[in-house]
């Protein structure tokens, strides 16, 4: 019996390593596409399956057809040879299907009753009829690219109802099946699953006011390598979703969450009296950017740090995050690991400060361009989504640099100033392209990487001529932020200062709804 | 707050304080909460703990009795002597009351378990 969960885009890699060792698969049985993972199980597994905590749902897999097969058909071809490929009786009556199904059924039925009206003399009869109850189902679907576009899904939808309950002798029910029957129609391929739970997995049953998905905040949790009684710090808990999932997952944990807001700590209460960890939780109101805490004082740090977008901070987004890291530094015990979940653009900084990161250089120039190391980035995302840096840093990015194209750099270091615009200066729409900002972070960087091999733009009058222009053109719009200069190139040069002193393990793209966001490991050394 | 809070807490974010540790205690509201005692976490977190701050923490709850000055090797096996940190450091928690810097003397309030550690503009 095929089975498949989705994930979220980046956390596919975790599913993966979740599934495989979960269900001892070795990685050829185990196939990923976009957002997928695929593998091979058994109705008693169910149970397991329902526990993984890297996915959003899980599915038992009915079909599964390359969309290839129907790519250069006309559309009342195509539709017509869906409509048969999903009727096909073969996989409905397959005897696994079946015993998944009964399964499903039977949960759902149990369910019921649970939570049914406690009607005195009616429980055990009423129970007898459940169970030899016709099936009940609805279809739902969905489409998307260019083959989705020749389907109404709603029209497919209810087709393939009708024709199904015939077919199957089942009933429909759209309010509440005992099981659902999920087509999904696209270019790569056309599914037909069926969802082995109503809310997702990823919506964790434990956790009462919601905040970061489950799989992320068990992701952040994991990567922390937690062997030991650990005291774990989230200086910005917020409602302590992930110190929850810590707690919940993670055996000898003692966490302390801090948040400076009474609703965020108010809801964190909350989630700590419904999960039941109130022995290992604990709140303290406070100012990230002055913990009070004894230097040296936990074992381990997760952040989901302020992206700019829901809850933002007064002072500029570089100074914040400066702060932020030297206090999570100072309270963090050496050669402990520090997790933290960061916006694309604050990402951006910490790739290009770290120290263990080597500034490449590529053969036949003596100029490092900014740009380049989005490069061998984008090179190592297409590939793999998971980036490692390290001893081998120096080895892989010489055989990156060589892939590189120089043309496509040009396109990123473009790419790299309108991304740190937006990280470094809360400016007007206006003024987003003014090619300073990123002058001045390179700047300071390059200051901070102390390379002796400069681009030859960046020189010091230059700098100062277009500072002035900037704080010029800054005080004529008026309706800004008064952010000087000077701060604006301090608050750059303390963060770069404040990660330096972190090692950089590793990173992890992964797509929050609709952002784009990283995992990033660091490590005290 | 439970203790084994309190005992990573410090003032020294207050401008001029330079240890700031370990924080006063004055107890308004104290509950005991029943936690599942673990040995082994108990036996594992107590190099963590500060066992000076643990004990002035707990007489000052009113729950120090029984716990020594020291701990010496032999008592890590003691199960009795266990539980007894185990109700110190886990179970005791204080609802209502303030914590004292112990350099300056400023307060920091404790409502509903929660104890709150934001300074004023003037203190940073």
Not at chain 1, 496 to 505: G, N, R
Not at chain 2, 82 to 91: D, G, P, Q, R
Request: aromatic fraction near 6%.
């Amino acid at each position: 019996m095929r089975f498949f969960c989705t994930a979220g885009r980046g956390t596919e890699i975790f599913a993966c390593q979740e599934v495989r060792k979960e269900f001892n698969l070795c990685s050829d049985l185990v196939p990923k596409s976009e957002g997928k993972v695929y593998f091979q199980g058994n109705v008693n597994q169910i149970e397991r399956i329902l526990q993984l905590k890297t996915v959003e749902r899980a599915f038992a897999l009915v079909l599964h057809v390359d969309s290839n097969k129907y790519k250069d058909l006309d559309r009342a071809t195509f539709l017509n040879n869906l409509r048969t490929d999903i009727l096909n009786e073969d996989s409905w009556k397959n005897e696994d299907l079946k015993s998944v199904i009964e399964y499903l059924k039977s949960r759902h039925g149990g369910i019921l009753q649970r939570e049914g009206i406690p009607e005195g003399g009616e429980g055990p009869p009423s129970k007898k009829i459940k169970q030899e109850r016709k099936l009940s189902f609805r279809v739902s679907c969905k489409c998307s690219g260019v083959l989705g576009r020749k389907v109404t899904a709603q029209l497919l939808a209810k087709q393939i109802g009708i024709k199904l309950s015939q077919l199957m002798r089942w009933n429909v029910n759209f309010k509440d099946p005992d099981i659902e029957i999920c087509i999904q129609v696209n270019d790569v391929h056309v599914s037909v699953g069926i969802p082995l739970t109503r809310v997702p997995l990823s919506k964790r049953d434990y956790v009462k006011c919601h905040g970061l998905r489950g799989p992320v905040t068990w992701i952040m949790s994991n990567l922390l390598e937690i062997k030991n009684p650990s005291v774990i710090l989230d200086p910005m808990c917020g409602k302590a979703t992930i110190l929850l999932e810590a707690a919940k997952q993670i055996e000898g944990v003692f966490c302390i969450g801090c948040d400076i807001s009474d609703d965020q700590l108010k809801s964190a209460q909350e989630n700590i009296d419904f999960g039941k960890v109130h022995d290992r939780l604990q709140l303290i109101k406070g100012d990230c950017r002055a913990l009070p805490l004894t230097n040296e004082s936990v074992d381990g740090i997760v952040c989901d740090t302020p992206f700019g977008k829901k809850y933002s901070v007064k002072e500029s987004s570089t100074a914040f995050h400066a702060s932020l890291l030297q206090e999570m530094y100072r309270v963090l015990k050496r050669n402990e690991t520090v997790v933290l979940l960061v916006s694309e653009e604050m990402h951006h900084c910490i790739k290009n400060a770290g120290n263990s990161f080597q500034p490449c250089v590529h053969p036949g120039q003596n100029q490092i361009i900014q740009g380049q190391e989005d490069c061998i980035q984008l090179n190592e995302d297409i590939e793999n989504h998971c980036f490692v840096l390290g001893d081998q840093s120096k080895q892989s990015l010489g055989i990156q640099t060589d892939k590189a194209n120089i043309n496509f750099s040009d396109t990123l270091v473009s790419d790299t100033k309108n991304s740190c615009e937006k990280s470094i200066l809360p400016l007007p729409p206006q003024i987003r392209t003014y090619p300073l900002p990123n002058e001045l972070y390179a700047h300071a960087t390059e200051k901070a990487l102390q390379s002796d091999t400069s681009s030859s733009d960046l020189k010091d009058s230059k700098l100062t001529d277009k500072c002035d222009e900037l704080t010029y053109s800054l005080k004529s719009i008026g309706n800004c932020e008064d952010v000087k200069c000077d701060d604006l190139e301090r608050g750059v040069t303390d963060l770069s200062s404040a990660l330096e002193q972190f090692k950089h393990v590793s990173d992890h793209y992964i797509k929050l709804g609709e952002t784009n966001s990283y995992i990033v490991v660091l490590k005290k050394p | 707050m439970k203790l084994i809070t309190h005992n990573f807490l410090t003032s020294n974010i207050i401008k001029g304080v330079k240890n700031g540790y370990p924080l006063g205690i004055l107890p308004a509201k104290v509950e005991v909460k029943d936690v599942e005692f673990n040995p082994a976490f108990i036996t594992r977190m107590l190099p963590k703990v500060d066992w000076v701050a643990l004990q002035k923490a707990a007489k000052e709850c009113g729950y120090g009795e029984g716990l020594p000055d020291a701990i010496k090797d032999e008592l890590m096996e003691d199960t009795d002597f266990l539980k007894k940190v185990h109700n110190a450091l886990m179970e005791v928690e204080v609802i209502e009351g303030k914590l004292v810097c112990p350099e300056s003397g400023r307060e920091f309030p404790i409502n509903n378990g929660v104890p709150n550690m934001l300074l004023n503009e003037d203190e940073v």
